[in-house]
Nanobody, 121 residues
Framework: QVQLVESGGTLVQAGDSLRLTCAAS????????MGWYRQAPGKQRELVAS???????NYADSAKGRFTISRDNAKNTVYLQMNSLKPEDTAVYYC???????????????WGQGTQVTVSS
């Protein structure tokens, strides 16, 4: 069993910074890609940023220059540092991870439960 738990979401003002954390736990052999998505009310879930070991991170245009994704492989944790937050960044932020739970199996995609980020103007 694998769990992803996000934390760090809260209410902030426009221009503030916030760091989200997502920790994976359970029967994990290897984590390939990890990423952050968000879903605003009435909108589809969208990619914010993703990161795979050995490759450059990938960012949505809306996140470039303001958000930074990073990961700590020893802790099975991914972070999202968000700077210069805007009201349009308001959403539930979800992390996901492509995880192998044993060497004999293929990887599976797991999702966290989400953390609310609200940016007031």
């Amino acid at each position: 069993q694998v769990q992803l738990v996000e934390s760090g979401g809260t209410l902030v003002q426009a221009g503030d910074s916030l760091r989200l954390t997502c920790a994976a736990s359970g029967s994990i052999v290897r984590i390939n890609a990890m990423g952050w998505y968000r879903q605003a009310p009435g909108k589809q879930r969208e990619l914010v940023a993703s990161i795979r070991s050995g490759l450059s991170p990938n960012y949505a245009d809306s996140a470039k220059g303001r958000f930074t994704i990073s990961r700590d492989n020893a802790k099975n944790t991914v972070y999202l540092q968000m700077n210069s937050l805007k009201p349009e960044d308001t959403a539930v932020y979800y992390c996901n991870a492509d995880i192998r739970t044993n060497w004999g199996s293929s990887t599976s995609l797991y999702w966290g439960q989400g953390t609310q980020v609200t940016v007031s103007s």
